[in-house]
Nanobody
Framework: QVQLVESGGGLVQAGGSLRLSCAAS????????MGWSRQAPGKEREFVAA????????YYADSVEGRVSISRDNAKNTGYLQMNSLKPEDTAVYYC????????????????????WGQGTQVTVSS
């Protein structure tokens, strides 16, 4: 089972940017769909974005569309989540995950679709 480690979280002011990384332990990462989700205190885990194995299909939650970009570098076994124009409501623990499923979006937006998860990285956006 592939292991995932997120990094890049931190404290940023509203309007700022962060790039999260998700490092995978195995080269099989390149065959998986990767997704990012987030969970704010007292709230359920929320889908953010997903990308297929080759990187040519991406999916975004409506709440982040236009502000977030998901990408991956299979040669480095690493995925990314570039977040711009951050808002206080983006404050959450962000998790990356992988699945052997390939879509559609409604399937990839479900937490139960994913097989392996990272431990999460905290993102805090101050107003």
């Amino acid at each position: 089972q592939v292991q995932l480690v997120e990094s890049g979280g931190g404290l940023v002011q509203a309007g700022g940017s962060l790039r999260l990384s998700c490092a995978a332990s195995e080269r099989t990462f390149s065959s998986y769909t990767m997704g990012w989700s987030r969970q704010a205190p007292g709230k359920e885990r929320e889908f953010v974005a997903a990308i297929n194995w080759s990187g040519d299909s991406t999916y975004y939650a409506d709440s982040v569309e236009g502000r977030v970009s998901i990408s991956r570098d299979n040669a480095k076994n690493t995925g990314y989540l570039q977040m711009n124009s951050l808002k206080p409501e983006d404050t959450a623990v962000y998790y990356c995950a992988v699945t052997s499923r390939v879509g559609p979006r409604r399937l990839l937006s479900r937490a139960s679709t994913y097989d392996s998860w990272g431990q999460g990285t905290q993102v805090t956006v101050s107003s």
